[in-house]
């Protein structure tokens, strides 16, 4: 196969179902016409407790090597793999898409079709803060131009190619240095796309409308934490963090992305961790966002489509109300991409 056909794919193996979504994304991988080679890194736990350093060197060189990178859960002990890898890569923005999914129960009537792009470092996360004295505890909140900027400028872009208005959110209100700063930077880039609207919205009332009426919203950015927080809300309004994919961007001199790495939202599930009973949906709709990204939209959206179609159609694992175990879920998608 000619090499302009093959996709080379920094994988980073972690904990607990880990291995299990690996398994079954090469599965899928494989269905597909085209030639995925996955490069492995080790960051599990044991590996980690080994050699840290080596760990994290050995999945920079991987990631820089191929500039887009499959991760899957990682169980934090005395650091956040996420947190290191963010700092090392300088992943400044998360976009996190979220979906409502035929056949999938849940307790919110509407249709989300929701992007949350967040800032990933800054927040009230950039500081794990300190107590003085036996009654008072204080952390810095951060707010810095740079990636609120590359969030902001991803985010208007998405906006500008799905045709919709885009939202910014954060309570500007009330941190009027911090959020009003956010905001600032937001309404400079909104003037380089005239053709895309805007508006703001204070983050609470955000949460209260949406939940209303879904149906108003498609894309949304946000500082730090307040993204964290929409993005678990929106997988509950849809009936699972099992359905949420994420990817994390670093960016050039340009605004335009160097790196990308995608994973699942969820977590190692060590109580079902070999089983062969987890849900690979999160993990296959991420390594679908991988391949849009690396310029195989058709191949991302046809992976992505068969995902939702298998769940659809009752072909899903036992979190979804499915009977199919992980390798059964995968091979119902797998047959909706032509393979065996």
């Known amino acids: 196969m000619p090499d302009r056909e093959t996709l080379h794919v920094a994988e980073l193996h972690g904990d607990g179902i880990s291995e299990e979504l690996s398994q079954s994304v090469h599965q899928v991988a494989a269905a597909l016409p085209l030639a ?15 050699d840290a350093d080596r760990c994290y060197d050995d999945a920079m060189a991987a990631i820089k090597k ?4 499959m991760k899957y859960p990682t169980v934090t002990e005395t650091e956040s793999p996420n947190k290191v890898l963010r700092e090392r890569c300088d992943f400044s923005v998360i976009h996190r898409p979220v979906a409502s999914l035929p056949g ?17 470092v800054g927040g009230t996360y950039e500081d794990a803060g300190r107590r003085i004295g036996d009654d008072v505890a204080v952390s810095i909140r951060v707010i810095e131009r740079r990636p609120a900027r590359e969030a902001a400028l991803y985010a208007f872009r998405l906006a500008e190619r799905l045709g919709c208005e885009l939202v910014s959110s954060s309570k500007y209100t009330i941190q009027r240095a911090t959020d009003g700063f956010f905001e600032e930077i937001v309404q400079g880039v909104a003037r380089e796309f ?34 964290d927080f929409l993005s678990d809300m929106a997988c509950g309004m849809v009936g699972s963090i ?3 994919a994420s990817a994390n961007y670093a960016f ?18 060590p109580d079902i961790a070999g089983q062969g009973v987890c849900n690979p949906s999160a993990a296959l709709i991420a390594f679908g966002m991988l391949l849009t990204h690396a310029g ?17 159609e009752g072909q899903a694992t036992a979190d979804l109300g499915g009977t199919l175990d992980t390798a059964e879920f995968t091979q119902a998608v797998c047959a909706r991409l032509g393979g065996n």
Do not use: W
């Open 252 to 269: 050039n001199d340009q605004g335009e992305v160097s790196l990308a790495m995608f994973d699942p939202a969820g977590g190692t599930a």
């Open 36 to 50: 995925v080679h996955f490069h492995p890194v080790d960051l599990t736990l044991a590996a980690r407790r080994r």
């Open 104 to 120: 999938v129960e849940t307790r919110h009537e509407g249709t989300v079709d929701l992007h949350i792009i967040r800032i990933a």
């Open 66 to 69: 191929h500039r887009v990178a």
């Open 242 to 244: 099992g359905l949420g």
């Open 296 to 312: 195989c939209r058709g191949l991302g959206a046809l992976l992505d489509g068969a995902v939702r179609d298998a769940i659809a």
């Open 194 to 227: 005239p053709d895309v609207g805007h508006r703001s919205e204070l983050f609470d009332a955000l949460l209260y409308k949406l939940l209303k009426k879904p149906e108003d919203y498609r894309v949304v950015v946000t500082p730090n934490e307040y993204g």
